[in-house]
């Protein structure tokens, strides 16, 4: 029985410390960059707005474009590939912050939290489709319905290589090696 506790307890701290991968599109998801290459495909898009990609930097409340990657009703397919660390100085658990630039409406939508937005509202969703390969979804539309219908679909690129949704906390890690720890003193114990 005792055992039966030490390993249900053990499987319940182990599992809120690590979250499977899924398809579903998390609205203000965010991408890390975890050291090496990244590719960008542009997939078709359904907006009938013209609008580019860029990778931004964040910085006292403003943002500046670091690298203009494509437009997105002139490229579909591989778009660009780039080392955010040796060409940008970007380092890793950095996050990257890509963007659209609406040409129609003179709007630029980021992702991650809806505050970085001039609607304050998300306008991007992440879907994760492999190990390292992530779909981003952009809404290129101001505010809510009925001016927006929040589909995220209207530009979307499939981003691959060195990225991340998340980076490992350090508490996180060390509390993952105390529960582990803990389950082989367990089952020492009872071997003696």
């Known amino acids: 029985m005792r055992k039966l506790v030490i390993v249900v307890v ?6 809120s410390f690590v979250r499977p991968a899924t ?6 998801q965010q991408l890390y960059y975890t050291g090496g290459d990244v590719t960008v495909d542009i997939l ?3 907006a009938g707005y013209w ?4 990778l931004y930097l964040l910085s006292g409340g403003g943002a500046i474009e670091v690298a203009f990657l494509g437009i997105n009703h002139l490229h579909f397919g591989p778009l660009v590939t780039f080392n955010p660390g040796t060409d940008f100085g970007y380092a890793d658990g950095d996050e990257l912050v890509f963007g659209i630039y609406v040409w129609n409406t003179e709007q630029t ?7 970085r937005n001039p609607d304050e509202l998300v306008h991007a969703g992440v ?4 190990s390292n390969s992530f779909i981003v979804g952009f809404e290129d539309l101001f505010g809510s319905p009925p001016s927006s219908d929040r589909d995220f679909n209207d530009n979307r690129f499939l981003f691959t290589g060195s990225l991340a949704t998340a980076v490992s906390e350090p508490g996180t890690l060390a509390l993952l090696g105390l529960g582990l720890l803990g389950i082989g003193v367990a089952r020492r114990r ?3």
């Open 23 to 28: 398809a579903d599109v998390i609205l203000g």
């Open 109 to 115: 939508y980021f992702m991650g939290p809806a505050g």
């Open 10 to 15: 053990a499987t319940v701290l182990c599992g």
């Open 127 to 130: 879907e994760q489709v492999g």
């Open 44 to 46: 078709p898009p359904s």
């Open 51 to 54: 609008s580019h990609l860029s």
């Open 190 to 192: 009872k071997k003696i």
